[in-house]
C-alpha cells in the first residue's frame, strides 16, 4: 500500500510504498476514503508533542492521521462490532488500558497508557489501517466520506470543548480553523451567541466566522466588544489565554482545547480573580465520540473541507500551518494517481 510516512520529527512526509498492514485480534482493516488533516498532525511533525511526556513514546517512522473515514476490509479473530463493507470512523484514541483510576471512572481520556491514533499507532495518511474496533464508531449516513472525516477530531474534541464551557451563553471562539467552524454551529443550535476572533487582517477568516452564524467577528488583538461567559482557545498561541481571560465576566472560564500550546505570558492575579477558570481538553473519551456523532446530522453540523490526494500532504500541512484554508483539509487516497 501507498502511504506518507513521516521519517522522523520536523522533516516532510515522504510517499512511500509500505507493506500491507495485518489486523490483529480486535482490529479490523481499513480501506482509507478520507482522513482529515489536523492541527496535532502539525504539532507531531514538528516534535512537539514531546513536552507532553506520554508513557507511549511516539512511533517512528510513522503513518500519521488521525480524523480516518474507511471501510472494512477485513476483521480480526475477535472483531464483532463491524462487518465487511461497513464504514467506519477512526479517532485520536487508538487504545487504553481500560484498568488505572481513569478508565476505571469515565475518563479514558487521560489514561497513562493511552496509545494514540497517528501518534503511537500508524494512523489514516496511507491507503490502508488497521485499528481498535473498540475504538471505532459507525458514522452517520447523512454525511460523504470527505464531510465526515473532520468530525472525528475538530468535531468532537471541539465538542468536549464545548461542553466544557458549561451552560456559557456569550461565547467567544479563538481561533476559527476546522474544530471552530464545526463548533460555531452546535453552539448556534444550542441558542448561544458565538464571537469569533481571528488572526489579525485575517478577513477571510473572519467573514467565514460571521457565515457560520458568529454575530461579531474580529482580530483576536482585539477585546470582547461585549464580555464573555466563556471563551474556547483553538489557535496554539499562549497569548491568547490572557486575552481571552480578560474578555470572560466574573465566573467565566477560558478553555484550551488544544494539545500544544506556545508558553503562556505571565499576567496580574486580578484578571483571574472573579471566579474565573482556565482548563484544557485532553483527547476524548468513546463516550464523547458517540455523543457528538448523534448530535452532529441533528444540528445538522455542515463541514467545509478542502480535499487533497493523499500524495500531497504536505500541501495540506503546509496550508494548515499558513491558514491558507478554511474548515478542514481532507486527504483523499486513489485520486488524481495517489
Ligand atoms: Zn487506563
Ligand atoms: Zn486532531
Request: glycine fraction near 10%; include cysteine.
Amino acid at each position: 500500500m501507498r502511504a506518507m510516512v513521516l521519517p522522523a520529527a520536523r522533516q516532510r512526509l515522504v510517499f512511500t510504498e509500505l507493506a500491507s498492514p495485518r489486523p490483529g485480534e480486535h482490529q479490523v482493516l481499513l480501506r482509507v476514503r478520507a482522513c482529515a488533516v489536523c492541527r496535532t498532525d502539525l504539532h507531531v511533525v514538528d516534535g512537539e508533542l514531546a513536552d507532553l511526556k506520554l508513557r507511549e513514546p511516539p512511533k517512528l517512522p510513522l503513518v500519521p492521521g488521525h480524523e480516518i473515514v474507511g471501510t472494512v476490509l477485513e476483521k480480526g479473530a475477535a472483531v464483532s462490532r463491524f462487518a465487511v463493507g461497513d464504514r467506519v470512523g477512526v479517532p485520536w484514541l487508538g487504545w487504553t488500558c481500560g484498568e488505572c483510576p481513569y478508565c476505571t471512572n469515565g475518563r479514558e481520556n487521560l489514561c497513562d497508557r493511552a496509545r494514540f491514533t497517528g501518534y503511537q499507532l500508524d494512523g489514516g495518511f496511507a491507503e490502508l489501517t488497521v485499528a481498535d474496533e473498540r475504538y471505532c464508531f459507525p458514522l452517520p449516513e447523512a454525511y460523504s466520506d470527505v464531510d465526515a472525516a473532520p468530525l472525528l477530531c475538530a468535531g468532537l474534541i471541539g465538542y468536549r470543548a464545548l461542553r466544557a464551557a458549561g451552560d456559557a451563553r456569550r461565547l467567544g471562539i479563538y481561533g476559527f480553523g476546522a474544530a471552530a467552524h464545526l463548533i460555531a454551529q452546535v453552539a448556534r443550535f444550542q441558542g448561544r451567541e458565538v464571537m469569533a476572533f481571528t488572526r489579525p487582517g485575517d478577513d477571510d477568516a473572519a467573514r467565514f466566522a460571521l457565515s457560520l452564524g458568529a454575530t461579531w467577528a474580529g482580530g483576536s488583538d482585539q477585546p470582547s466588544p461585549a464580555p464573555l461567559d466563556a471563551a474556547l482557545i483553538f489557535a496554539p498561541v499562549g497569548a491568547l489565554v490572557p486575552a481571552a481571560l480578560r474578555s470572560v465576566a466574573k465566573g467565566g472560564t477560558v478553555v484550551c482545547a488544544g494539545i500544544h500550546m506556545s508558553d503562556i505570558p505571565s499576567f496580574p492575579y486580578a484578571e483571574l480573580w472573579g471566579e474565573r477558570t482556565i482548563r484544557s481538553i485532553a483527547n476524548l473519551t468513546r463516550a464523547d465520540a458517540e455523543e457528538f456523532l448523534r448530535l452532529a446530522p441533528q444540528v445538522p453540523v455542515r463541514s467545509t473541507t478542502v480535499p487533497y490526494p493523499l500524495a500531497r500532504a504536505n500541501e495540506a500541512l503546509d496550508d494548515l500551518r499558513h491558514g491558507r484554508l478554511q474548515g478542514a483539509a481532507v486527504l483523499v487516497p486513489g485520486q488524481n494517481g495517489a
